[in-house]
């Protein structure tokens, strides 16, 4: 992208009152962010999700110093920024209902990367840290690209493991990418720019501030096939990560640790509630190598011939034949279907339930659906 079409970008987001769900609307509606600058207030209204104030917000719009100072700052520090229609923007994340429209990178991010995502608690144990480095490295090894937050404890390990076997790692930030937290992983920070990528949907000078890491949370497990919670408390931050991965149809992975131990009560607790126990990286990848073949091959729409149409077929709403007919192929994963029939993840989740309370569908774990044999 242009600096010129970038501005607009940066100046959109900048507005008081767009949102990544606005924002996303907006753009639908109007195909390029510079026309959105060049609608009337009364046009932008005619979105769901814009008010009359965000509306006069966009169009009275006049920051634009602060906005090229911005561009050539982030020119200066070696720091892109990739919007969500650039074709290195994370696939996986693009299934995501509330992704981030800008990506500040720092490094590189590659359509290639088969991501990972390995998160637990900043007061790791030194069982947890060795367990995460080990199996960070062999995941590393097997051409796996490693994601996590760059806290202190597990996050921290699981880069340098991946970092170790000479592999690629992504460290997600709740904070600009100038300001680096904690402060002790300056070192990390630049390891991990040189051979993957450092990156934050947040501005430059934006602090680390503590709603920014539920925000960063749903990146990580986002642009993820899968999240392995090492080491996570009853409270912990990285099981509000893992839940974001299920409700994102990602799989969850956990690692036991002591039943005498308060750090592991959650990853015990994740276990007994169905996620994945890890003993070693194939437990992993017999999960995640079938998704990698249904995520590059996006299945064909099978055609309407109106043969063979069973009887629950005729009793359906537009968008309950859409994904009927999708799955009349096989069975799929939810990202499959999102990328097939162009349904918004939360309101593609809603249409399924109620498909399964018709007993029309059936959902399988990790978020597999096909139709019921008897319908």
């Not at 100038?178 to 501005?203: C, H, M, Q, T, W």
Request: with cysteine; charged share 20%.
């Amino acid at each position: 992208m242009n600096r010129q079409d970038l501005k607009y970008w940066l100046a959109l987001k900048e507005a008081a009152g767009v949102g990544n769900v606005a924002f996303l609307e907006l753009l639908a509606a109007f195909g390029s962010v510079p026309a959105i600058f060049a609608a009337a207030v009364s046009e932008l209204t005619h979105i769901r999700t814009i008010n009359k104030k965000t509306a006069e917000n966009i169009v009275r719009f006049n920051a634009w110093d602060k906005i090229s100072a911005s561009l050539a700052l982030l020119e200066q520090s070696g720091i892109s920024v990739i919007t969500c229609r650039d074709e290195r923007y994370p696939a996986n994340l693009l299934n995501v209902y509330d992704r981030p429209v800008l990506l500040y990178v720092k490094g590189s991010l590659s359509s290639a990367d088969i991501n990972i995502a390995i998160v637990g608690s900043r007061q790791a144990s030194t069982y947890g840290n060795f367990t995460t480095e080990r199996i960070s490295r062999s995941l590393a090894q097997k051409g796996i690209t490693i994601v996590s937050g760059l806290a202190r404890g597990i996050d921290s390990a699981a880069h340098r493991g991946a970092l170790a076997a000479g592999g690629r790692t992504i460290a997600v930030l709740g904070s600009g990418l100038d300001i680096i937290y904690p402060r002790e992983n300056k070192k990390l920070f630049a390891e991990i720019a040189k051979r993957g990528a450092v990156v934050s949907e947040y501005p430059l000078g934006t602090p680390p501030r503590p709603a920014h890491f539920p925000a960063r949370n749903r990146i990580i497990s986002g642009m993820s096939y899968g999240i392995v919670v090492v080491e996570a408390g009853e409270k912990s931050g990285s099981l509000i990560t893992a839940r974001l991965a299920l409700e994102q149809g990602r799989e969850v992975f956990a690692i036991p640790g002591s039943i005498d131990s308060a750090g592991s009560r959650g990853t015990n607790k994740l276990i007994k509630q169905g996620a994945k126990l890890v003993e070693n990286t194939d437990d992993i990848l017999e999960d995640i190598m079938p998704q990698l073949e249904k995520y590059q091959e996006p299945p064909a729409a099978p055609q309407e011939t109106g043969k063979g149409e069973n009887k629950a077929a005729g009793n359906l709403s537009a968008p309950e034949k859409i994904i009927f007919n999708y799955l009349s192929a096989g069975r799929l994963h939810i990202d499959d279907l999102i990328a097939a029939c162009g349904i918004e993840p939360g309101e593609l989740q809603s249409i399924l339930l109620a498909m399964e309370l018709k007993e029309i569908i059936t959902q399988h774990p990790g978020k597999h659906f096909s139709l019921k044999m008897d319908c």
